[in-house]
């Protein structure tokens, strides 16, 4: 084994890309009689619509259609319809659409858009996801009661909360009685942006006939296909979804999002294409966002490190919507705890309505906001009780085959290894670290690390299917639902077939866009779960092919089919290479010179469907996920105590991934996503005014991390113990990059300056701020220094 | 009002000279993408903040939201699709593919250019000067790294 898995095979994009070939959804524009769609947005963040006035705009020569909420008041969503395509009635946040225009030309929608008068009844709107948990007098949607949803959520109208998700274990009373220690903090993280660069692109078709085609830049294209025929109540099968390459999602376009506008705009424009494409303003304010989260954790302890109670309440900040993150919420409250063994927990997760833009997935999926406070906890409780917090981690992390989950579930015995991703990482930042350099005594160093797990968060019968179809010259065609949008899962999916079938990875073809009608069937592209997934799908259509090309061998062969050998494009009784069939004779089905022929063109078909079950309302017991990543990270940072300033000397991630099908793309991952990470960590924050007005919808005012700021040093692991039911053992990886960043980060900054940080981002004017409240003496530094000189 | 009155201009690019009109207000990403349907170049924010739409004008990286049509008459625009014999270029394009310095592949484009520029007419190039030249483009996939080792590796 291993020809083609392990091996840093060259991405199957790779060309197409470098040569600026490669097809987005941004930019088709040559579908016959296309139009361009635009929409206008809500100043206010809650307000009723008295009026909209467009008899000016409808005049304006080359406008085709415009619509209204009115024209399609269809709430859509994926777990909760609770989104108006546009805002029927009121506005639930600054930057929702409410009435959208085709026309002719992007300048004609433009100028039509400033003649349409829309008068709004402000009114008071909840901004702050603390309060909107209290408030029961505003409230974004009064009438949550009568959306709907799928059971596995838990929304209580009347107040804010789209989904309340309870955790119980033990005797949570018992456990804080019988702590030694009982430690409580409050940790947040703001609601962040993807900034993926491709902007969301939908061109929907509303044909004649009752079809709807789609185009869009969307991870989904399966779930927007299946929500589309619902929400414009026509037949699944009548709808087509094409997903070209995605210039970025990181869930951003997972769910379904302008899809449905698009297509109501072609519509009522005589069944015209409509083009939609969101500026980066309005992506921003119009598209969704990630969550915010404020997490409140109280921990009992016995004095010999083991933590035997925690108590926590989770507060998602999922905005005007939560049709997606309500499973944020959901994730994040059946893991509540990290990947740890505690006996008594009680936890609460609460995905709350504000008047801000709408979250939806975002890579990690909770997970990262919930590590930022879990790890940063474990630390605190390690200094509070003296003792090394790497100990204090070991005594208390997850154990395969042995320790029992949040859930309740026994984790399965070829699950990884956390304590190993943690010796690796604190061992090589402990080998590097030398302490205190130079002669500025106002410039300090540390290390910390985290640790983590996450498993991709979808419904028990989440499923993937594949098919692998032969050519005349022994190419494959594989086909996968799975979108590409950089993560090069379609890469490792060739792998896996080209291992299975022994045949060479050119051979391979695989494509990068997504055609619902053509391609085998996958839930979604979300959660890392494609690798497992829709890699198990793969190998499973690779071995029903090889099945049928053994059918037909073992006649022309006379041998019976368990005793024969697919290698090298040959066919062959076991034992006896020399007595073998070229695989090119057999895959358009075999002649015998006499003329006869048997067998015929091979197509191969594989499914997988998740292995899970759903958890207990009231306790969150069961199996959430088909496996957990588990990894860890860490770093070595340099804070100038002056002026706050932190440099991030060294960054280092370990990951337990069973098996690394690509080690470049596994890289690649890693560098990607902790860099992503560590721009969340140190910068990210979308900023509103008191009035729910966002601040900083640009790439100026919203900082990412450029070249410039990278780590001086980078370093990673790949911890491999396979889990039996993994194509080839490997775990998802992609998410798993960026959980564990923020968290170092925090604690390496404790362990160099003893200053506790509790909110990201961890800006300098933060930490600043922080070492002015807890260590003001710090500030003096160099005043001392100078003096004494 | 909307500036209506279309002037004619002769372009060249990728070393082909079209004639097209064009509106004063036109952005030259806007002729490439949408005129000459050039569409390896790319566009993330139409203000000058992500460098997604860099094209090289004279040889010289440049913003393509940020220049007007008329200021690239009697210029040479190259684009991607101009560098693709360019030995130079392939190299660059070769390293990239092998140092897995492509993910969405949104920035690519851009990189590849900014890269190619770097290389051939900055002297002693090292890995900070990369980073500085490359400081101006968000790529939000990659971390930079590969990105930079890829032009590092052909200095
Ligand atoms: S599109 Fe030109 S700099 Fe962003
Ligand atoms: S590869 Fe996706 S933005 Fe750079």
Redo the contacts between chains.
């Keep these: 084994m291993g020809k083609y898995v392990g091996e840093s095979i060259i991405r199957k994009d790779a060309l197409e890309k470098v040569n600026g070939t490669a097809t987005y959804a941004f930019d088709i524009d040559n579908i016959p009689n296309l139009l361009i769609g635009k929409f206008l947005t809500s100043p206010y963040a809650h307000a009723h619509i008295r009026s909209i006035d467009i008899s000016k705009a409808e005049k304006i020569n080359g406008v085709v259609a415009i619509v209204t909420g009115k024209d399609w008041p269809v709430r859509i969503g994926l777990y909760a319809g609770d989104r108006d395509i546009l805002a029927v009635d009121k506005v639930v946040w600054a930057g929702q659409p409410v009435v959208a225009i085709s026309a002719e030309s992007y300048e004609i929608a433009e100028k039509a858009l400033e003649q349409i008068q829309i008068e709004y009844e402000p009114l008071p709107a909840i901004i702050d996801p603390v309060k909107a948990k209290l408030s029961n007098d505003i409230l974004v949607h009064e009438k949550l009661g009568e959306y709907e949803h799928s059971p596995a959520f838990n929304p209580i109208p009347g107040t804010n909360i789209a989904n309340h998700f309870k955790l119980r274990k033990g005797n949570i009373e018992k456990g804080f009685k019988e702590s030694d220690k009982i430690i409580e903090n409050t940790f947040t993280m703001p609601q962040v942006a993807h900034a993926y660069l491709e902007p969301i692109v939908a061109i929907g078709h509303y044909k004649r006939d009752g079809k709807i085609e789609i185009w869009s830049s969307a991870q989904s294209p399966f779930t927007v296909r299946y929500l589309m025929g619902i929400t414009f109540a026509i037949p699944t099968s009548n709808v087509t979804v094409h997903a070209p390459y995605l210039g970025g999602g990181f869930g951003g376009k997972a769910g379904l999002n302008y899809e449905p506008l698009a297509v109501l705009l072609s519509k009522n424009s005589n069944y015209r294409p409509v083009k939609l494409q969101l500026t980066r303003e309005e992506n921003f304010r119009s598209a969704p966002i990630r969550v915010g989260m404020v997490a409140k954790i109280k921990t009992g302890v016995k004095d010999n490190g083991r933590i035997i109670a925690e108590e926590i309440e989770y507060i998602w900040d999922s905005g005007a919507c939560a049709d997606y993150a309500v499973n944020v919420g959901r994730a994040g409250g059946y893991v509540s705890i990290g990947p740890y063994e505690i006996d008594n927990i009680k936890s609460d997760s609460y995905t709350l309505y504000t008047n801000k833009p709408y979250a939806t997935a975002f890579r990690g999926f909770g997970h990262m906001e919930l590590h930022w406070a879990i790890e940063r906890q474990r630390d605190i409780i390690a200094k509070n009780l003296g003792m090394d917090p790497i100990a204090l981690r070991k005594i208390n992390t997850l154990k395969a085959g042995k320790s029992y989950t949040a859930n309740q579930h026994r984790l399965r015995k070829d699950a990884g290894n956390v304590d190993e991703c943690l010796e690796k990482v604190w061992n090589d930042l402990k080998t590097h670290f030398k302490g205190k350099i130079g002669d500025k005594p106002w410039l300090f160093r540390g290390i910390g690390v985290s640790c983590f797990m996450k498993g991709p968060a979808q419904p028990p019968n989440s499923a993937s299917s594949a098919y692998v179809k032969f050519n005349e010259d022994g190419g494959i065609f594989v086909s996968v639902g799975t979108s590409e949008m950089g993560q090069g899962t379609i890469t490792s999916l060739a792998q896996i077939a080209a291992e299975e079938l022994s045949i060479p990875i050119e051979k391979v073809y695989i494509k990068g866009e997504r055609d619902t009608d053509r391609d085998a069937y996958t839930w979604q592209t979300v959660g890392s779960r494609s690798l497992f997934m829709d890699g198990n799908a793969v190998r499973n259509a690779c071995i029903d092919a090889k099945h049928q090309i053994f059918e037909i061998a073992s006649q022309v062969l006379h041998t019976p089919p368990y005793d024969l050998v697919l290698e090298n494009e040959s066919i062959y009784p076991k034992g006896e290479p020399w007595k073998n069939l070229n695989l090119v004779d057999v895959i358009m089905g075999y002649m015998f010179t006499s003329g006869e022929a048997i067998g015929g063109p091979i197509m191969g078909h594989g499914t997988y469907i998740a292995k899970m079950t759903m958890l207990d309302a009231e306790t969150g017991a069961g199996n959430p996920a088909i496996f957990e990543t588990f990894g860890s990270q860490g770093v070595e940072v340099e804070i100038n105590v002056l002026t706050g300033e932190i440099k991030i000397k060294r960054l280092i991630s370990a990951f337990d991934i069973g098996k690394a099908i690509n080690p470049q793309l596994c890289e690649s991952q890693i560098l990607g996503g902790s860099i992503m990470a560590l721009s969340l960590g140190l910068n990210e924050k979308l900023q509103y005014d008191e009035k729910g007005h966002l601040l900083n919808p640009n790439f100026v005012d919203y900082v990412l991390t450029r070249a410039d700021d990278l780590p001086d040093e980078f370093e990673f692991f790949l911890v491999e113990n396979p889990q039996l039911d993994a194509p080839f053992g490997a775990r998802g990886i992609g998410e798993l990059t960026m959980l564990g960043v923020p968290a170092a980060i925090g604690n390496a900054i404790a362990n160099a300056i003893n200053v506790e940080i509790y909110d990201t981002p961890i800006t300098s004017e933060r930490i600043w701020y922080e070492i002015k409240k807890q260590r003001p003496e710090l500030l003096k530094l160099k005043e001392e220094f100078l003096q004494e000189d | 009002m ?1 500036v209506n009155e279309s002037e004619s201009l002769i372009i060249n690019v990728n070393n082909i000279e079209h004639k097209i009109s064009v509106k004063p207000n036109e952005t030259l990403l806007d002729v490439l993408r ?1 005129k000459l349907g050039i ?4 566009a ?4 000058g ?2 460098g ?1 739409c860099t094209v090289l004008i004279d040889g010289k990286p440049m913003k393509s939201c940020l220049v007007l049509s008329h200021e690239i008459r009697n210029k040479s625009i190259m ?3 101009g560098l ?1 014999e360019d030995e130079l270029f392939q190299k660059l ?1 070769n390293s ?3 140092n ?1 310095a ?8 851009a990189f ?1 250019l900014v890269g190619y520029y770097l290389i051939k007419n900055k002297r002693n190039l090292d890995l900070l000067s ?3 030249g ?2 101006g ?12 080792d890829s032009i590092y590796e052909l200095k």
Excluded: M, P
């Excluded at chain 2, 569409?39 to 790319?42: D, L």
């Design positions: 909307i949408l569409k390896s170049v790319k993330a924010c139409w203000s903040d992500c997604i684009t991607v699709e693709l394009q990239f593919v092998k897995g492509i993910q969405c592949g949104f920035c690519t484009s590849l990369i980073k500085k490359i400081n483009i968000i790529c939000r996939c990659t971390g930079y790294k590969q990105i930079i």
